[in-house]
């Protein structure tokens, strides 16, 4: 019997570069239907064309999208940029917040074990949570080990609200101070969040790496 090579062997084996991997958990409840859909699927197709455009970005920022409207789903597990393309969104159903946290955090755990397994390093992760309401659900386990994987240097997670959503719920998530969009400044949001990502793929393994500040009053958030 041949032996096959596991396809996690052969892609760090084609592209060794350190990874820098970032869960996008987007709110696709029923709510977010219509110009905040629209908007957020023009932002992904923005996200990656900018992070396409940075040769080592390229390479080494890894995405994973998941989505939570009516059910949690994995859209697109991680994969480098250049591999990368934008699900196609659907808003549908209620907000099972909680749940979309904990599927982040296996995900995380997941993929770091994969790196670990096959000698690659890789910076801390990042989970990118994106909410217009509250979560209808039980979050609070969830939040417990995100605070708890954040004090360990475990992740690095950043939530941020739309319209209506509920800053209370988030502030007890992050320890990170929840931002709201302004309006709909999801491209303008998107934009920071490629220029974050590729300064930290910029930047060595251990370098703390100082983001600009989204909510600057010409930045696209609100705290």
């Known amino acids: 019997m041949t032996s096959q090579i596991p396809f996690a062997a052969v892609e760090f084996a084609a592209n ?15 709510s977010m239907a219509g110009p905040r859909l ?9 996200l990656k064309d900018e992070l396409a455009a940075d040769p080592l970005a390229r390479k080494r920022v890894e995405l994973a999208v998941l989505s939570f409207g009516g059910s949690v789903r ?11 393309e934008p699900p196609l969104l659907r808003a549908d159903g209620l907000t099972p917040m909680g749940g979309a946290i904990a599927a982040a955090l296996d995900l995380v755990k997941a993929r770091k074990q994969i790196y ?9 992760p990042w989970v990118f949570l994106l909410t217009d309401g509250e979560p209808n ?25 739309i319209g209506d959503a509920n800053l209370d719920v988030l502030r007890q998530v992050s320890l990170r ?6 309006g709909l400044r999801f491209r303008e949001m998107f934009q920071w969040l490629s220029s974050s990502l590729k300064s930290v793929s910029h930047s060595g393994l251990t370098d703390e790496t100082r983001l600009e500040n989204p909510a600057a009053p010409d930045g696209w958030a609100k705290v």
């Open 116 to 124: 670990r397994s096959n000698g690659v390093a890789y910076y801390r």
């Open 74 to 84: 994995l859209l697109t597990d991680f994969t480098t940029v250049d591999a990368f």
């Open 137 to 161: 659900d039980q979050w609070q386990g969830s939040a417990h080990a995100v605070r708890d994987a954040e004090q360990n240097r475990q992740l690095a997670f950043f939530a941020v609200g």
């Open 38 to 46: 629209q908007e957020l699927q023009a932002g992904l197709s923005q």
């Open 177 to 182: 101070a929840p931002l709201l969009l302004k």
């Open 16 to 30: 060794p570069e350190p990874r820098c991997p970032c869960v996008l958990a987007l709110d696709t409840s029923a």
